[in-house]
């Protein structure tokens, strides 16, 4: 049997009998290890290996960002865009456009404005 079959199935049998979804999937790599004969050290190399990328680092720092930003900035951008343009009518859609475009302008990603501001 494939061990990517035996995690799989394993993960769906567990889940379905109540099992927490961390533990149907280390029972179930620790059964596809057991069925490939590989030593149990494998686990833990593989686990840091796929940890170990620059590009995951990025994520708390994004969150630690958004959060600071959603304390401090965001209340004071949307006060200026609602002292520029919200005596317009229908100026809701138009001060959350244009409180976007200067949260995007100052993080630079239009990812991290679209999550921070939604």
Request: proline share 3%.
């Amino acid at each position: 049997m494939n061990a990517g079959l035996l995690i799989i199935i394993l993960l769906l049998g567990l889940s379905f009998l109540g099992f927490p979804i961390y533990l149907a999937l280390g029972i179930g790599a620790l059964a596809a290890l057991n069925l490939a004969d590989l030593p149990l050290i494998v686990l833990p190399q593989r686990m840091f290996a796929g940890m170990n990328s620059s590009a995951l680092l990025a994520i708390p720092f994004f969150i630690l960002a958004g959060n600071i930003m959603s304390r401090s900035i965001t209340g004071k951008l949307i006060d200026i865009c609602n002292a520029i343009i919200g005596h317009i009518k229908g100026s809701l859609a138009l001060v959350t456009i244009l409180a976007s475009a200067l949260f995007g302008a100052i993080s630079g990603s239009g990812v991290a404005t679209a999550s921070a501001i939604g």
